[in-house]
């Protein structure tokens, strides 16, 4: 068995003639979302495919093998409801409201332009009908939407960064009281006069402690 543990979004970075000559592998949608199964692709050599956990294989990804080895995944045909709406009577809006409630039911939607696909469930099928829409039953491939959790994510991947921007601007601001801290100057000057006046009295001490000490020094020797 040939293990996999590495996955090409769309092929990303491959010369489309080396996607076009790999071997194929067809999956349906049930076996896409999982991150760990095994198959066989078209040139009859078992895989093992061991993905990180939460990845979803889509039709057009290209799986690469530990010898190096390419292999292009193919949505497999499945049965699927393909809700259209009403030439006559409908709109495209009607496909809006649809897609609406069936999100609300949480099941997985491929959205066209011009249609909506959804997994075959009879209940559904006569909710859609009883909105005026046209429900058939396909064979097709299935590329459910993703839905916006990658997105948000990145959000907040966005917010973190930000967070960390000021987390560092608050430890240099700290850091620069802590010099302070550390001044020569008697703290009541610091703490009642000006920055500028206090950062004057800390030049006047330092030269006056080293004349002191230069002085004294001189007179023990």
């Known amino acids: 068995m040939l293990t996999i543990s590495k996955l090409l979004s769309q092929g990303q970075g491959l010369a489309k003639v080396l996607v076009q000559r790999a071997p194929t592998i067809e999956l349906d949608w049930d076996v896409r979302q999982k991150s760990r199964f095994a198959a066989t692709d078209s040139s009859g050599r078992e895989l093992g495919v061991f993905l990180p956990r939460g990845t979803v294989v889509r039709g057009g990804d290209v799986l690469v093998a530990e010898d190096g080895s390419l292999i292009r995944v193919v949505a497999a045909p499945q049965p699927v409801l393909r809700i259209t709406a009403c030439a006559e009577h409908g709109s495209p809006f009607d496909l809006t409201r649809a897609a609406y409630h069936l999100g609300n039911r949480h099941v997985p939607i491929e959205l066209r332009p011009d249609h909506l696909k959804i997994e075959p469930d009879h209940v ?98």
Do not use: C, W
């Open 124 to 221: 559904l099928a006569d909710m859609l009908r009883a909105m005026h829409l046209i429900v058939t039953e396909q064979n097709e491939g299935f590329e459910p939407e993703g839905g916006a959790y990658a997105q948000g994510h990145a959000g907040h991947g966005g917010h973190g960064h930000t967070h960390g921007h000021s987390h560092e601007h608050a430890h240099d601001e700290h850091g620069h009281a802590h010099d302070h801290g550390h001044s020569h100057a008697p703290a009541h000057t610091h703490d009642h006069e000006s920055h500028s006046h206090a950062g004057h009295a800390h030049d006047d001490h330092d030269h006056d402690h080293g004349h002191a000490h230069g002085h004294a020094h001189h007179h023990k020797h």
